[in-house]
């Protein structure tokens, strides 16, 4: 079967490390998205996103560079592997482009999940970003 796949960015006016830290605080993480979180911000640690419609595990961390998490949603089939969500921060002059790469999607969802960042992560943390300067 195939898994879908995308790759979108977004640019932000703050720091890599402001992203970061707060990507992986159940504050910030709530606060950045406008929606209850509880994130467990280590490699191996358990996040939830969404008041629980996402959840997942951080598989590989680098300091405000790279957040990688197994990632899922309550709309996955129950037998689907879970996806892969890696997040890069690159900071110029102190602004950051984010690229996400989001792989092994559970087939005819990924235009969904790619819309679902735009609009429930990107928007929220480009007014985040502005109040956080």
């Known amino acids: 079967m195939m898994k879908d796949e995308f790759t979108i960015t977004a640019e932000f006016n703050v720091s890599a490390e402001k992203i970061y830290k707060a990507y992986l605080s159940t504050q910030g993480h709530t606060q950045m998205t406008g929606s ?20 997942g595990t951080f598989l590989e961390l680098e300091e405000n560079k790279k957040i990688v998490q197994a990632w899922r949603t309550a709309e996955f089939p129950e037998d689907a592997e879970v996806s892969r969500v890696e997040i890069l921060l690159e900071e110029t002059n102190g602004k950051t482009k984010l690229t996400l790469i989001h792989t092994n999607i559970p087939e005819g969802q990924s235009e969904d999940y790619k819309q679902g960042w735009e609009d429930f992560y990107f928007k929220t943390m480009r007014e985040w970003s502005e109040s956080e300067k």
């Open 36 to 55: 209850p979180a509880k994130v467990d911000g280590h490699a191996g640690g358990d996040f939830t996103a969404w008041d629980g419609y996402i959840w």
